[in-house]
Structures are given as C-alpha cells and as structure tokens.
C-alpha cells in the first residue's frame, strides 16, 4: 500500500479527468490521499474537505499558503477555525514561509504563519509546513525552524516538513521538535543529490512520502502533470537509498502516516481526536 499524503487534488489542473486521475491512484495501490485545503487562498478554503467528504479514503487539510498571506483577514481565520472542526480535517497546511516567489511580503508571511498556529494548537491539529528559501540562502529555513521552536515545539502536536528540500541540518532539529520528513517527486530529479543524502539519514520511521501534485512530478514522467499514481517513483528512489523495495518503502511510509495521525487503517474508522 502507498499512501500520497500531500496532493492538490482541487486544482485546475485536474478538472477534465479528476475522477479517473483518483481511480488511476487506487489502481497503482495508493490507499489514502490528503488533499491539501490551502487552495488559491480565501474563498477556497474548504476544497479538501469537499474531497475528503466524498471520498472516504481521502483526508484533508485546511490553511493559508505563504503566497497567499496578504489575502488573509480575520474573517478567513474565523472560518479556518470552524473548518478545522470538520471531522475529514487532520491537519492544519500547508503553511509557512516563501522566500523564493516573495508573493506576499515577509512580514505578512510571519504574521499569517504565527496565527495559523495558534489556531491548530486550539484545534488540536499538527501542521504541515512549506520552506522554501531564496536562491543560495537557507534564510527561510532560519526562520521558520525558529519561529517552530519557539512557538510551537512545546505543544507537541509535530507536524510535516512537506517536500522537503533542506539539508540534514534543517531536518535533525525538525525531527528534535517532533515532525515528520515528507519526500517528494523531486528526489528523484538529477540534480537533486542533497535531498537524496538528506533521505539517507532521516530515520525510516520519520519519513512520509508525497506527490504535491500537479507539480514535481517524479522521473520518469518529469515535465508532465504530476498525481498520486505517481507516488509509487518516490517509494522506488527512497527504496533504492535505503536498501529497501518500493512495496517495503510503501508499508512502512504508510504505517508512520496511521501512527502519526492517530488514524486506523483503510476500513477502519479514525480514531476519536481528545
């Protein structure tokens, strides 16, 4: 079994062929899908939950991106709040910082980051978190592990490095605070030898696997429209580093998810949040 615990699965993208796109992922034996409820931004906030609640091997997530952050008002975080109560929701993302498009100010970003969590601490819910820093810097990582440890290690609800791309230094004070590493298509990609060494040393019971479709799609199918069939290629590059099949990378992967969130397995009903 695989599950694909980050995809975009309300984009655009997918709007001539979702249905099939989500039927070819159960045929490749992907059990579980999380579709990621960050959306454009206000005004979609609930596109996971809509999934979710009609799929019941799909979760959802519900969140601000970075990019998004100067949208955000008070009534999106009231709504936020009332969302995370839906009982498909499991986790609060993807939120965090982005230095690389800059789409929001830093400020605003920080801003919408420190409420997001304070939000899903009174909901319960980890987080799932996106860093991705400007060329040649790990100034975002910087800050958001700091901004992590200060303002939320303590709670330990954990959460998810998504799409990890940071060093192992990054990754070892993450894991310190409680969060899983969540490796996607692009550990697969040439040039992409820092994450691979990265995927080497997270602890096996530490790591997640993910599409982030429609983007990143895994070599072979590089520069097509990524989905979750595909999450099969990540298992197969981590099996490859750690000596492992795809099908082991799979159980084991899949495992950690159930754990983590506290959830019993397809067929199963999730376990009551306290």
């Known amino acids: 079994m695989f599950i694909d615990s980050h995809a975009h699965l309300e984009m655009e993208q997918f709007n001539t062929d979702r249905a099939q796109m989500i ?5 490749a034996g992907v059990d579980t899908m999380v579709a990621i409820g960050s959306g454009t931004g206000p005004g979609s906030l609930d596109c996971g939950i809509q999934l979710a ?4 091997f799909i979760y959802a997530t519900i969140g601000i991106h970075p990019h998004e952050a100067r949208l955000a ?5 009231d709504e936020m709040a009332q969302l995370a109560k839906r009982p498909k929701v499991i986790a609060w993302g ?18 919408v980051f420190l409420r997001q969590m304070q939000l ?8 799932v978190i996106h860093c991705r820093p400007s060329d040649g810097s790990d100034n975002a990582w910087e800050d958001c592990l700091q901004t992590l440890n200060e303002h939320w290690a303590r709670n ?8 990890f791309t940071g060093t192992w230094l ?3 004070r993450a894991l310190d605070m409680g969060f899983m590493i969540s490796f996607a298509g692009n550990i697969t990609f040439p040039k992409a030898q820092q994450i691979r060494e990265v995927a080497q040393q997270v602890p096996l019971d530490r790591i997640l696997i993910e599409t982030d479709s429609p983007f990143l799609a895994p070599v072979p199918h590089r520069g097509k429209r990524n989905e979750p069939a595909f999450v099969k290629e990540v298992a197969r590059q981590l099996g490859e580093l750690r000596g492992l099949s795809s099908e082991e990378i799979g159980r ?3 495992n950690n998810f159930y754990d983590f969130f506290k959830l019993l397995k397809p067929g199963e009903n999730a376990i009551p949040r306290a």
């Open 23 to 27: 039927a070819r992922a159960r045929d």
């Open 73 to 77: 008002n008070d009534a999106d975080f």
């Open 252 to 254: 084991k992967t899949s």
């Open 170 to 172: 990054h990754a070892r």
């Open 156 to 163: 330990g609800l954990g959460g998810i490095l998504h799409c």
């Open 94 to 111: 993807e939120i965090g910082l982005d230095y690389f498009y800059d789409h929001s100010p830093r400020d605003l970003q920080q801003q």
């Open 120 to 127: 899903a601490q009174t909901a319960k819910l980890p987080i």
């Open 53 to 56: 609640e009609e799929y019941d």
